[in-house]
């Protein structure tokens, strides 16, 4: 049985490697891969200095504060600065968008003298603000794959069966008594295999010129992510490759067939993760910064108020217990509206993220954002 | 003759399976993005408006002339609904003051803007047709001339004294018809939607615009239509047409302008040339701190504070914030006191003397340095997204969209008449200080002796430009659209004349 089924795949992939498709598909993604390389190899060195020129700055300022325990403790750590990760050609996620750093510093105000301990800032701009290119695109692995290999994946199967059923060619395999379920199993190996044959040359090319280039080191907990991200690869084309089947044998023409999966492809791929990202989006909306920012000034200035009505704005605090008090009890106010504010904005993302898990592509971009560590 | 062959033509498409999904996809698409985008227009039209009274509460409550920076918004534009353009992304509320001639680059988000929130891009109805039309088009072409020469029906035809170029024609003008059914119907429902929302009113201006969208919409369609129907022209199986098609498809909306935008990527890292224009800025603004350091120390007042040891419930700051990637520069200063004690009485000439001189110097100075920045600004950044959307153009696709945002003004161009407008006001708020004698005033600074008066200060307005303009800036992509259309055409026509059947 494995024979003939490995008979049917055969034949299949003989068909489709000699097929016009198979050389489109390969230099689109060879295209696609190798600019994605060359593009990585150029600004990863870039990165990764100016990564090493801002943490050889905090260091040093956090050296200068950490003379004394209070200067630390007024001052704070300085800015936390994020590793660009390795794996950037293979998601970009949310690296490309939000600031790589957050800062631990204190612009704060002084009460009888006192400098008030340091708090957290987290980045609040978006760079899309002074922006004025075209819109922000990314041509790394989670939209090749996403997209791109996703069509290629349609067009390699949407006429397997009902081109088949067509020409008249499947009557003649079933008269050779084959089980239908063989001859399935066949295609979409078959299919399976002439996919990866394109997309494998492509990542080996990409992965060769990345690899072989003195800029970047890849080390082996990099290689095992590389490798389970090729696994949510092979899965993601399997779907695809079944929904081609699927459609290519509920339908008998192939002209249908491919109308009916390129809207599935359309609506799925291109505008579910979007749109209804856009609706998710809108169930948790945060307050606007600037509102944050006046919240959180009148808490400051209540809990001033306070600590006035208590002891007066003499200049010589009234003893080092009770002032203390006063310290601990504001930071600790304000980093819990902080951490509720970055909460909410947060919860605004994972809101409209939950809702695109409907679309496999979501998903997909998703699982290569985490395992890339590309998500902040 | 031609009517008997578009009606057959018509006939074939119309009852096909495709053009039935195409509708329906189409149509489910674009409803349920309009009500999205509606909604979210919404939303931004009541934070603009919330913003608005906002802004205005604040500066008629600011005591002294020179607390009061006006801050003024920009309003979402209704027709961001078809093509968001740059409409969302850039900032909507700027600061007008007397030091700083006024950029995109300055201003702020005053809606909820979440960083964390990272949705790759935004859908408008134009993308939809970008996107599915185009698709579509290419399945209304591929098999029009390979599959009837595949069906032998292409020979029956031409059999009967018919011209080929009719047999083109034809097919042309009745997959055209088909294609604008899903088109017309799609954007009808949207206007339908769009003029029943209460919030959203509509110009005769904007119908115009809508227009111009409309027509553009066709000519982009008709693009990918004409590249269909030159595959199956140049191609003898349909099998072969189709998989051609499918991956042009592919590689000029899908691959292209992603491809390109990546390409082309620039780092943040300042050019010489913007490095060189901030240096200048940078000794236009140091020359004028010299002159104001000079006047400081040969005043009357001894020493150089530019506080005059005034002090009280309020505050004082001055410094130079800068940011070189927008080449950034400018000297920011306030003193503004609620009450002023009587032993201060003594220094209040000196400080008035002071700002007499020093916020005209400063005005003069922002003037000079805008002249440089303005010019640095196009030759830097404008020039190098201009560079972006001229490759984007290679593909129809680029062409479509630049057309469309022209016509829904939410280009870079129609973004910027806003900031030509706010640069305007700025002068209007000058001239109303001058008016106010507000520089020399006590006022400027202490608001012991009376606050400051807000009561007459013009109010800003902005208007977008004409239709006429948005003609003017969306013409060139549209006549580019045309123009493939009839390259396209021509060379079918060549290709269908001479091949055999």
Redesign the interface.
């Known amino acids: 049985m494995t024979i003939k089924m490995w008979h049917i795949a055969k034949r299949e992939l003989y068909d489709n490697l000699n097929?016009?498709?198979f050389a489109?598909?390969t230099v689109?993604l060879l295209?696609?891969m190798l600019?994605n390389a060359i593009?990585y190899l150029r600004?990863h060195p870039?990165r990764t200095q100016a990564y090493h020129n801002a943490a050889a700055g905090a260091i040093k300022t956090l050296e200068s504060r950490s003379t004394n325990l209070y200067s630390l403790a007024t001052g704070g750590p300085g800015d936390l600065h994020k590793f660009p990760s390795p794996l950037r050609f293979c998601a970009e996620g949310?690296e490309a968008?939000?600031?790589t750093r957050a800062s631990g510093a204190n612009y704060g105000r002084r009460i009888a003298n006192m400098t008030l301990v340091w708090r957290m800032f987290y980045?609040?701009?978006?760079p899309?603000?002074?922006?004025?290119?075209?819109?922000?695109?990314?041509?790394d692995w989670a939209?090749i794959v996403g997209?791109?290999l996703s069509?290629v994946a349609i067009?390699f199967t949407f006429?397997s069966i009902s081109g088949e059923l067509e020409r008249g060619t499947l009557r003649l395999t079933l008269a050779n008594a084959i089980p239908r379920h063989i001859v399935l199993a066949g295609k979409f190996l078959g299919a399976f295999i002439s996919i990866n044959i394109p997309f494998a040359i492509a990542v080996l090319m990409n992965l060769i010129l990345i690899s072989t280039s003195d800029a970047v080191q890849l080390n082996a907990e990099v290689w095992g992510r590389l490798g389970i991200l090729y696994g949510i690869v092979i899965l993601y084309t399997c779907l695809f490759i079944a929904l081609g089947l699927l459609v290519s044998a509920a339908v008998r023409e192939s002209?249908?067939s491919?109308?009916?999966l390129?809207?599935i492809w359309?609506?799925f791929v291109?505008?579910m993760?979007?749109?209804l990202?856009?609706?998710g989006?809108?169930t948790a909306?945060?307050?606007?910064?600037?509102e944050f920012w006046i919240q959180r000034m009148r808490l400051a200035d209540e809990a001033r108020e306070a600590y006035r009505d208590k002891y007066g704005d003499s200049q010589t605090p009234p003893s080092v217990h009770v002032l203390g008090e006063y310290v601990t009890s504001e930071a600790e106010e304000y980093e819990r509206f902080n951490e509720a504010y970055l909460k909410q904005?947060?919860a605004?993302?994972k809101r409209?993220r939950a809702i695109t898990r409907i679309s496999p592509t979501a998903i997909t971009l998703r699982l290569f954002v985490s395992f890339a560590g590309t998500v902040? | 003759m031609i009517t008997t062959l578009i009606g057959r033509e018509l006939l074939n498409n119309l009852m096909t399976?495709?053009f039935a999904?195409a509708l329906l996809?189409t149509l489910l698409?674009v409803v349920?993005?309009t009500v999205?985008l509606i909604?979210?227009y919404e939303?931004r039209l009541e934070?603009y408006n919330t913003s608005v009274q906002t802004h205005h509460k604040e500066i008629q409550e600011k005591q002294t002339y020179s607390a009061g920076e006006v801050e003024v918004d920009r309003p979402p534009n209704p027709l961001s609904i078809f093509n968001v353009g740059?409409d969302k992304?850039?900032?909507n509320e700027i600061w007008i003051a007397h030091n700083n001639v006024p950029t995109?680059?300055e201003?702020?988000?005053?809606?909820?803007?979440?960083?964390?929130?990272?949705?790759?891009?935004?859908?408008d109805i134009i993308f939809?047709f970008e996107?599915?039309l185009s698709?579509m088009a290419l399945?209304f072409a591929y098999?029009a001339l390979a599959g009837e020469r595949e069906q032998g029906t292409l020979r029956l035809v031409l059999t009967h004294p018919v011209r080929r170029g009719h047999i083109l024609l034809a097919k042309y003008i009745s997959a055209m018809l088909c294609l604008l059914v899903p088109l017309l119907m799609s954007l009808l429902l949207a206007m339908l939607l769009l003029t029943t929302t209460v919030s959203i009113s509509l110009s005769a201006d904007d119908f115009g615009r809508i227009g111009g969208i409309v027509l553009t919409s066709i000519a982009y369609l008709s693009v990918f239509y004409l590249i269909g129907l030159l595959i199956s022209a140049v191609t003898q199986r349909t099998?072969?047409a189709?998989?051609?098609a499918?991956?042009i498809w592919?590689?000029l909306v899908?691959?292209y302008?992603?491809?390109i935008?990546?390409?082309i990527?620039s780092?943040d890292i300042p050019q010489a040339k913007a490095v060189s224009a901030f240096n200048q800025i940078k000794q236009v603004w140091d020359e004028f701190d010299r002159e104001r350091k000079q006047y400081l120390a040969t005043d009357a007042f001894p020493g150089e504070d530019p506080t005059f040891n005034i002090n009280g419930m309020g505050f004082f700051y001055e410094h130079f914030p800068e940011n070189r990637?927008?080449l950034l520069y400018l000297y920011n200063s306030m003193m503004t006191f609620g009450e002023l004690d009587e032993k201060f009485e003594r220094e209040v000439p000196h400080a008035q003397n002071y700002f007499q001189f020093l916020i005209p110097s400063t005005i003069k100075t922002a003037e000079r340095a805008w002249l440089i920045r303005k010019q640095a600004l196009e030759d830097t950044?404008?020039r190098?997204?201009n560079t972006?959307?001229t490759l984007?153009k290679f593909s129809p696709v680029g062409m479509y969209?630049a057309a469309t945002q022209a016509w829904a003004g939410t280009d870079?161009k129609g973004v910027r008449d806003f900031f030509d407008a706010v640069r305007q006001y700025r002068l209007t708020v000058i001239d109303y200080f001058y008016s106010k004698n507000a520089f020399a005033s006590r006022k400027w600074f202490a608001a012991d002796e009376g606050t400051a008066d807000w009561s007459t200060l013009p109010a800003f307005s902005f208007k977008r430009s004409g239709v006429e303009i948005n003609a003017k800036r969306a013409l060139p992509d549209l006549l580019l659209l045309l123009t493939m259309n009839l390259f396209l055409f021509m060379i079918i026509f060549l290709v269908f004349i001479k091949s055999e059947v």
């Open positions: 097929s016009l498709r489109l598909a689109l295209a696609l600019t593009l600004e870039a949310d968008f939000l600031p980045p609040q701009e978006t899309n603000l002074r922006n004025i290119r075209p819109d922000f695109t990314t041509l939209f997209y791109v069509f067009l006429d002209g249908v491919l109308v009916v390129l809207l359309v609506s291109v505008f993760p979007n749109t990202a856009s609706i989006s809108r909306v945060p307050i606007a910064y600037e904005q947060l605004q993302g409209a902040f | 399976f495709r999904a996809i698409l349920a993005n999205v909604q979210h939303q934070s740059l992304r850039l900032g995109l680059w201003a702020r988000m005053n809606a909820s803007d979440n960083p964390y929130l990272n949705i790759l891009s935004s859908i939809i996107v599915v698709l399945l098999d099998g072969t189709l998989m051609l499918m991956f592919g590689a899908l691959v302008p992603n491809l935008l990546a390409a990527r780092s990637l927008t950044l404008v190098k997204a972006k959307r984007l969209d870079l």
